[in-house]
C-alpha cells in the first residue's frame, strides 16, 4: 500500500512527488514513456518557472538540461495585425528531456519509487484507498491512498473517471538547419489568423530553427505551415537550408472561464491534465505550482479526502486567476482568443 501514486514524471509528477517524499510519504510514480522521455515544447523556462524550481527544488536548474542560446530574454508576440510587441523577461532555454529527467531525479532521490514504461490503464476508489490498474511487460495491479493524475492531456484515467474526452489542439513544428534575421535569445508568437488556428511561433535550440503552427483541424497543417514560412522569409529573411526533424503533440484547448478538474474522491488531477495551461502553451510553472499545491493539501488532512480537496482549491485560487487573466489578455490582442474575454 503507497500512501500516494503519481502518475506521470514530468514536471507536475515530479514536483508532487518530491514534496510527498520530503514529508516522509511512500510514494510511486508511473511515466508511460521511457526516461529521459522527449516531449515537443518550446523548453523556455519563464523567470516563475526557474523561481518555483529554485523555492520547491532548493537548486537552480543545471547546464546539463540547459541547449543554446541558454539564456532567453522574452517573449515577442505579433497581433491580429501584425504588430509587434516586446516582453522583456529573463528566461532559460532548455532540452524538456534533459531538465524533466532532473526533475524526476530529484523526486526519487527525495526517496520517491519511480517505474518507467509503466502506463495506468484504469483506477477504482474505494472508502480508504484506490487500486490503480498498471501495464508494463504485464497488467497488475496496486494499491495506494491518493493517486495524483500528472499525465497531461492524454490522461486515460481522466478520460474514464469523468466520462468525458477533451477538446486538442494539435501542434506541429520542424527543426530546421538554416539563418533568420531576428534575435534569437527570444522566443517569438505570431497571432496572424491566417498563420495557424492558435498560434504560430519560432525560436532556438542548439543552433537549430524551430517553426511549427498550432490548428484545431489537422488537415490545416500543410496550409499553415506553409503561410507562416512564407511570412518568415519576407519579413523576416528566413532561409532554411535543411529540414532536420518535424513532430506533432496535443495539448488542451482552454475555454472562456479556464475551468479546471481538480479530482474526486481520493483521485486529484494537477497540470495540463487539471486544465492548467498559459497562453502559448505556457504549462512548465502551472504545472510545478499545482503540483506541489496538491502534495501539501495531500500532507495536511492525509486522513481527509474531502479537505484534500477544497484544500487543494484554495492553494490554487491564485494560480487560477493569475492563468485567466493571461487568457483575457491576449484575447486583446487576437479574435482567435476572443472568447477568452469572459474569463475574468
Known amino acids: 500500500m503507497y500512501d500516494v501514486i503519481v502518475i506521470g514524471a514530468g514536471p507536475t509528477g515530479a514536483t508532487a512527488a518530491k ?13 508511460r514513456m521511457k526516461l529521459p522521455r522527449y516531449k515537443s515544447c518550446s523548453g523556455v523556462l519563464i523567470k516563475k518557472s526557474m523561481d518555483l524550481v529554485q523555492q520547491y ?12 542560446p541558454t539564456d532567453n530574454h522574452g517573449m515577442i508576440l505579433t497581433d ?3 504588430k509587434a510587441y516586446t516582453f522583456e523577461q529573463g ?6 528531456s534533459s531538465f524533466d529527467n532532473w526533475l524526476a531525479e530529484n523526486a526519487v532521490g527525495a526517496g520517491a519509487e519511480l517505474r518507467d514504461c509503466t502506463s495506468a490503464i484504469s483506477c ?13 511487460d504485464r497488467t497488475y495491479t496496486e494499491q495506494a491512498r491518493y493517486v495524483i493524475d500528472c499525465e497531461g492531456v492524454m490522461s486515460v484515467i481522466k478520460r474514464k473517471a469523468l466520462g468525458t474526452s477533451p477538446e ?30 492558435y498560434d504560430a511561433w519560432f525560436n532556438v535550440k542548439d543552433e537549430m530553427l524551430v517553426l511549427g503552427v498550432a490548428v484545431r483541424d489537422t488537415s490545416r497543417i500543410p496550409h499553415y505551415y506553409d503561410n507562416f514560412i512564407r511570412y518568415m522569409k519576407e519579413n523576416h529573411g528566413l532561409a532554411i537550408t535543411k529540414t532536420m526533424k518535424q513532430e506533432r503533440w496535443l495539448m488542451p484547448r482552454i475555454r472562456s472561464g479556464c475551468n479546471i478538474d481538480y479530482g474526486m474522491g481520493r483521485l486529484f488531477f494537477a497540470g495540463e491534465v487539471a486544465g492548467f495551461l498559459n497562453p502559448m502553451g505556457e ?15 495531500v500532507i495536511e488532512h492525509f486522513e481527509a479526502p474531502a479537505s484534500v480537496l477544497d484544500d487543494y482549491k484554495k492553494r490554487t485560487e491564485m494560480l487560477k486567476v493569475y492563468m485567466q487573466r493571461q487568457w483575457h489578455f491576449v484575447a486583446g490582442m487576437s479574435k482567435t482568443f476572443g472568447e477568452m474575454r469572459a474569463a475574468l
Open 19 to 31: 514534496a510527498l517524499a520530503d514529508s516522509g510519504s511512500k510514494v510511486l510514480i508511473v511515466e
Open 57 to 68: 527544488f532548493g537548486k537552480a536548474v543545471p547546464a546539463s538540461a540547459m541547449c543554446t
Open 80 to 82: 491580429d495585425n501584425g
Open 91 to 96: 528566461g532559460l532555454n532548455v532540452w524538456r
Open 124 to 136: 477504482e476508489q474505494s472508502t480508504d484507498y484506490i487500486t490503480l490498474r498498471l501495464h508494463s
Open 168 to 197: 486538442f489542439i494539435t501542434t506541429f513544428q520542424t527543426f530546421n538547419e538554416g539563418k533568420i534575421d531576428l534575435d534569437l535569445h527570444y522566443f517569438y508568437a505570431y497571432l496572424q489568423p491566417e498563420l495557424s488556428e
Open 283 to 297: 504549462g512548465i510553472s502551472a504545472g510545478i505550482e499545482s503540483g506541489h499545491s496538491v502534495a501539501l493539501s
